[in-house]
């Protein structure tokens, strides 16, 4: 098959980036522990609210669309594992070590061994304390990316060796779920989802955007396990697990038809994804996704040392969320200039020069808006 090996920049999907982390916001609001009004916490606002968390989802279902023509456009392996890490581990350990400096200030702070472990970021069947909370998804991510980086390799001179690898890589999401969407990118990517069928759904992405959160929050709401995370064998009995497992898969299928429909920009969600306040928050999305945590445990402090939450009651969650969202957006941002841009540059022309060292190298990207979109 000819794989595409363009850098074409989608807006939609780098919209959609925007939509996610917010999703994740949103989430991180409602499970802050402050009290809120029962609109807010029960009923179909409730539960709606509930799903933010699948924001994560999505993000690994995009991470399937980018990564693969990121893989076909890398000189070699070594070098796309190398931008890979570039690309992530400024901010990942920025958030790391703050989020510990701030627990050592004030008596708490986790010991250096965990500290160096979650700045390895390692895979989820590696288990470890999450310093920064949200940080737990990049190793799903690092582990992706490590499977299409073998599976690549080994193409190069086995194809059958390469499928069937990347078959037995899809015990993975047996034991780790979350990760579906990423098989559902990589056939969005890859260009297998084609059909006539597929690409009428795909017209109407807002609907299976609605499907996939509903079954998926269904299934928590009626299955063994309050947590989708954890429809999996090691922690159901294989008869609760068989008959929940398929209401995953569905879902999986929702959300990757969603996908398909945003990575063409169809109907009124993707024509929103355009605009240019989602394309801000696209771009910023990797900071704003693991800072608001650090954002939010300093305002809840405050909060609570003041004794606002006992004088706003159940208002205390919609101010939380009036006044984290401001400074995390504002942090977000500079993060991704310092960190995102002018970093994780300079480690890219460190290893371009590298690169360029070995006649049969050369650089991996060089044009300096693919670091803006946060390609």
Known sequence: MEHDTSARFNPYVHGARGLFCLMVFVYHVVHSGLPTFDLFARGPLGEALQTGKFGVEFFFGISGIVILPSLYRAPSVVAFILDRYARILPVLWVTVIAIALFGWLSGKGPSLLLVGANLLAPPPFIDIIQINPAAWSLGYEFLFYGVCTVVFFISGFSRPLALALAAASLIFLLYYPRALLMIGGVLIAEKYLSSTLLQSLAKYPAIFFVLFLTDWRG???AGATDYVGFVTPAYLSFSDWIVAFPFVVLGGVFGTIFLLGVSRGNGLLGRMLGWPVMQWLGTISFSFYLWPPLVMAGVKLIMYRTGMVDALGPGSQLFFLLVSLPPSLIIATISHRLLEVKVTGQIRKRID???????????????????????
């Open 353 to 375: 020069r590298i690169s360029e060292a070995k006649p049969a190298v050369r650089p991996i990207i060089k044009d300096s808006t693919a670091l803006e979109e946060g390609t």
């Open 219 to 221: 299934l928590e709401l």
